[in-house]
């Protein structure tokens, strides 16, 4: 991770809100010293409507968003992770493929705003709080230093709650 892009796979269940948002987040906060992709598990297929409507009334471009298997990233020719961060406690407790490279694995426990009931509007605060979560730990994550003391270092740092 030494002074070159470090690329982060956000893992989900579902791949349709936090993973999602997570990958917009870094790809718009951390850039250019990160490279941010999502995937799912078990993905829906789409981004979820909700998602979408919270990312644009934030200004960020959706257009290359999208709900995907995490075996897009699992053969050799796919793009070696610096980082694989599972955003759901379904995703963390699932055995993960072999990743390509040897990752940093980190686990961000985060509730599915995607099962969240009510009106529209309790809904979309509910996505409105884990975005919140997210973009905090994702502001953690860029402050930490370009070259960590080793791997286990890095990874605590990077789960810790401050």
Request: some cysteine; aromatic content about 8%; hydrophobic content about 35%.
């Amino acid at each position: 991770m030494n002074g070159q892009t470090i690329s982060v796979l956000f893992l989900c269940t579902g791949n349709s809100a936090r993973s999602i948002m997570a990958e917009a987040l870094l790809n718009k906060l951390g850039h250019p010293r990160f490279s941010a992709y999502s995937a799912g598990s078990h993905p829906t297929g789409k981004v979820h409507p909700l998602t979408i409507e919270l990312l644009e009334s934030l200004n960020y471009s959706i257009g290359a968003l999208r709900s995907k298997s995490w075996m897009e990233y699992t053969n050799y020719q796919s793009a070696k992770f610096d980082l694989v961060i599972t955003v759901c406690d379904g995703a963390a407790s699932e055995a993960c493929p072999n990743w390509p490279g040897e990752p940093i694995k980190a686990h961000w426990s985060l509730p599915d705003p995607a099962s969240a009931e009510g009106s529209h509007a309790d809904r979309l605060k509910t996505f409105s709080e884990v975005y919140k979560e997210l973009e905090r730990r994702i502001q953690h994550l860029i402050k930490l230093p370009p070259d960590p003391l080793d791997r286990e270092e890095f990874k605590k740092c990077l789960e810790e709650r401050e």
